[in-house]
């Protein structure tokens, strides 16, 4: 007589289980899709990334609307400090327990490629903005990483090409992965254009005095002096110079790497007349000046190109997830490929099969005191780049991964 009591609970939970269950997964489909921006939020390239590459990236997920597929969008920031060792642990942590799914940013090479090999491994995407080395799309290059706003044979394609002549050149380099490519591919470009180089120094990052090595280049009997290095570094190498007299003796310099914020540093008395190349400047149009200005207003700085380029790189992803309907890496990474980029930052930029994103780049050249109409008005557009000029063509890169989906 008591089995009917007893089937009575089960019954219920029988019922139940389904109600139940809808609520769970309802649940599940809320959970924040978590993108990281990984960088140096204090030290030597907290200028052209740190805080404003994470304002960018916030302005991205608003911008889109704040959430996809039912799931609110989170940005999480951390401190890479330099060290491949801290951000490759730091990213581990964000995966294995915070369950984020992009890396974005990621200036300093050495990190960039450690992080790139957690994303191969790990099956989660890496946005490369600030980070430069060529490597990222060659050798080095990953289904699941992309690279964005510029690399080092851009650079290289810009600045190096356009000045092969001017020498002989000679090289103070950050001792680096970045700095390494960066001399490679720019006395790869020199030495291709009919130039000559004498000579090349490293240096430790975060160097403050460039003394001995300026003093080399001129014992070398440099005509320019290319400064291979980026952020602190690169600005306090060109007020050296300059307080040196070496451009007042008739030697030219070259900062391959320079960023809007540097020239801000360095004074346009100092920086007048260099050239340099860029993925972005922020006064190009009328597109780059509404946005940038909406920057400005929260960051108290104009946008670096890296900044931009987080900005777009993340909004390019989320338009791709939206799309394919789903967060899963392979499928949103073959959507984002598949789609043309389209925002202020390039129309009709491409992701090749290597993970390069395709787009214009710019020759510019730092203007006088005297040319200067307003604040930030630093640069002068000398001619477009078309991208597949300044990128390092397809097949020679190195990377593995092309030409194996033709095969396969």
Known sequence: MRAPLLLAPLLLAAVLAPLLAAPLAAAADQKPLRIGVLNDQAGIYADMAGPGSVIAAHMAVEDFGGSVLGRPVEIIAGDHQNKPDVGSALVNRWIDEDNVEVIADIPTSSVLLAVQEIGRRKNKLVLASTGGSSDFTGKACAPTGIHWTYDTYALAAGTGASLAKEGPWFFITADYAFGTALERDTAAAVTKGGGKVAGAVKHPQGTTDFSSYLLQAQGAGAKLIAFANSGADQVNAIKQANEFG?????????????????????GLKTAQG???????????????????KRFYERHKAMPTMGQAGTYSAILHYLKAVKAAGTTDTATVAAQMKAAPVDDFFSHGGRIREDGRMVHDLYLLQVKAPSEQQYPWDYLKLIRVIPGDEAFRPLNE???????KAASN
Not at 281 to 286: A, S, T
Not at 397 to 403: I, S
Request: net charge negative.
């Open 246 to 266: 070496i451009p007042q003796s008739g030697v030219k310099l070259a900062g391959l790497y320079l960023h809007i914020t540097d020239i801000h540093a360095i």
């Open 274 to 292: 260099l050239i340099l190349t860029q993925g972005f400047y922020w006064d190009l149009n009328d597109e780059t000046r509404a946005w940038s």
């Open 397 to 403: 890169g190195g990377c593995p991964l092309v030409g």
